[in-house]
């Protein structure tokens, strides 16, 4: 299988909402930005894993900036991506894998059930470490290091990035220089 790159996760206190994700790009004509809008899941304080239980979010309407991530598990979450962008929306790659999993290297990313480990022994491995680190480990958006993209559109890989942002039933790849990623509204 053709390799498309080594999936490193953005250092962010959010993952992307595995089951609801809402993903939505916007690419305003007027700007050199493009952004994705979805449905993120933050660790509450003191709370290693989530054990509330399944929550029914409705549809979460557009974007309203928050001045804060703290409060809530469930927020739309807005990533900026900076000059140039380039976007494209994908459908699922089949049932049971959003990209083809098996094109990518996974080594950086830190989830995923270990050798002689349990279901809920992983859960709360990858819980931990998010809780001391502040950071997810798998947040569902990865830079693709070493891209084919970059390389098929005869990009320089110093200058320029490619992310990838995974939903359910869709992902979202970006090229661009830079990103950053603001708060949105609570949807608990």
């Keep these: 299988m053709e390799n498309f ?45 989530n054990r509330a239980g399944p929550t029914v979010i409705s ?30 929306k994908r459908p699922a790659f089949s049932d049971l894998e959003v990209i083809p999993e098996q094109s990518y290297d996974w080594s950086n990313v830190f989830s995923g059930i270990q050798d002689g480990e349990t279901p809920e022994a992983s859960v709360a491995r990858v819980g931990h470490q998010w809780k001391i680190t502040g950071f ?6 990865y830079e693709v290091r070493e891209s084919n993209w970059l390389r098929e559109i ?10 990838i942002l995974l939903g359910h039933d869709e992902y979202v790849e970006v090229i661009a220089r830079e990103y950053e990623w603001q708060p949105g509204q609570v949807l608990d």
Excluded at 154 to 163: A, E, I, K, T, V
Aim: glycine residues 10%.
């Design 59 to 88: 549809d979460p309407g557009s974007f309203v900036p928050s001045d804060t991530a703290k409060g809530s598990q469930h927020r739309l979450v807005r990533v900026l991506f900076g000059e140039g962008a380039q976007v494209r």
């Design 154 to 163: 005869g990009l320089d890989p110093n200058q320029w990035r490619h992310y």
């Design 5 to 49: 790159g080594i999936l490193v996760p953005v250092q962010v206190p959010w993952m992307i909402s595995p089951s609801v994700p809402y993903l939505r790009i916007e690419s305003p004509e007027s700007a050199p930005l493009a952004s994705v809008t979805f449905i993120g899941f933050f660790q509450l304080e003191g709370d290693p894993v």
């Design 136 to 141: 997810c480990p798998d947040p569902g958006m």
